[in-house]
């Protein structure tokens, strides 16, 4: 079984060429061998990095000196991105970054990744090279660090929500009595983390099939209070369990929602955070003001996301499907009728959107003119 990528054949012959091996490494080759599609390619090679990206800039491919200072640039064909990073060894770890070197040595490179289902490589011919006993850790379902698990945590403290959230996704076993222990003395060492860094692996377990049980680990092993300062599992559950009678897709934000943190230390991006104030203001919406109009208002996305946190079923199957049609006026339609610019011509226009969306948006533009007419002269 071979990662067939056909574009990058020129860049393995373009390696071979100059007498430096490129093997596929990590998640892609471990996805491989499950029979699952991977959703990102990494490479690794001896080739410093240097001189692999001016080797490939030399040939006219497009590369991207994305993390150099940790041996590794971006390749970029047909617009999508190839990481290809040099072999590195460890020389001082302080639990949040690493100072490395150089080898060719690709077990001194395995040595110092996380996880021994993470340590694998593959030729392009399917050859596998396994220096952690990856394989047989990947056939039995187990989640193991490589060496010794304190160790690599001390490295890189990051590694205990990588644990669970590839935990959640590959293990058929459970997480031991003495793992937990090393999770919860370590777990204070969290907080030493870029906000950015524990948001993103957060997000990823919040959004995997069901991280209930990870999550439940987590609080017990009082890693979740080290970023999150409240937080309700129960709620989530009954989140997850009407996810799973209607199949509706996972979603961090709206798993998120459902946890009701009052207050984090996650670093949301503006977009993230925006749609979790529009899910707040809906749910407090949702008793005084027309569905149909929160939905055009706030976004079907987003009534969808409050139907399943408010275990509403019947709601989430009635307006899965809504497509929700343009608003038919505009300011000039209202100009024209004599409504002058100004804060009256604003107000007019969303009496007109709330009368248009909770008419089940069946209200025509004529219908809505002759409304705001008749308005005007009652008013």
């Not at 939905?295 to 969808?304: D, Q, T, V």
């Not at 024209?336 to 100004?342: A, E, F, Q, Y």
Request: with cysteine.
């Amino acid at each position: 079984m071979a990662i067939n990528i056909s574009p990058l054949l020129s860049i393995k012959k373009i390696y071979d060429d100059a007498g430096f091996p490129l093997r596929f490494v990590g998640g892609c080759v471990r996805d491989t061998l499950l029979g699952l599609t991977p959703n990102d390619i990494d490479l690794a090679s001896p080739l410093p990095p240097e001189q692999g990206l001016a080797l490939l800039a030399a040939q006219g491919y497009t590369v991207i000196p994305t993390g150099m200072e940790h041996g590794t640039f971006t390749l970029v064909i047909d617009k999508v991105p190839y990481e290809i990073t040099t072999l590195r060894r460890d020389v001082a770890t302080d639990g949040r970054r690493a100072t490395i070197a150089y080898t060719d040595k690709w077990e001194e490179d395995a040595a110092r990744r996380d996880f021994t289902i993470n340590a694998l490589y593959m030729d392009f011919d399917g050859t596998i090279y396994d220096y952690a006993n990856g394989q047989q850790d990947l056939k039995k379902g187990t989640v193991r660090f490589i060496g010794q698990a304190a160790d690599r945590i001390q490295e890189d403290y990051l590694r205990i929500l990588r644990f669970f959230r590839f935990h959640q996704r590959f293990s058929k076993q459970p997480v031991s009595c003495e793992l937990k222990a090393i999770f919860q003395k370590f777990s204070p060492q969290i907080k030493t983390l870029s906000a950015e860094r524990i948001t993103k692996e957060f997000l990823l377990l919040l959004e995997s099939s069901n991280p209930l049980l990870e999550l439940s680990i987590m609080d017990e092993c009082q890693i979740l209070p080290q970023f999150l300062e409240s937080y309700e599992l129960d709620n989530l559950k009954l989140l997850l369990d009407m996810e799973m009678s209607v199949s509706a897709a996972p979603s961090a934000l709206r798993r998120f929602h459902a946890l009701k943190c009052s207050s984090h230390q996650l670093r949301l991006s503006n977009k993230q955070s925006k749609y979790l104030a529009a899910l707040n203001l809906l749910e407090a919406e949702m008793s005084s003001h027309s569905l149909f109009y929160l939905a055009y208002k706030y976004g079907l996305p987003e009534i969808l996301d409050i139907f399943l946190v408010r275990q509403e079923s019947k709601r989430w199957l009635e307006f899965k499907s809504l497509v929700i049609p343009p608003f038919p006026l505009n300011g000039q339609d209202l100009i024209t009728i004599g409504i002058k610019p100004g804060a009256r011509l604003g107000k007019a226009l969303n009496d007109a959107e709330y009368q248009w969306a909770a008419s089940e948006y069946k209200l025509t533009k004529e219908n809505l003119l002759q409304y705001l007419t008749a308005t005007l002269r009652d008013g």
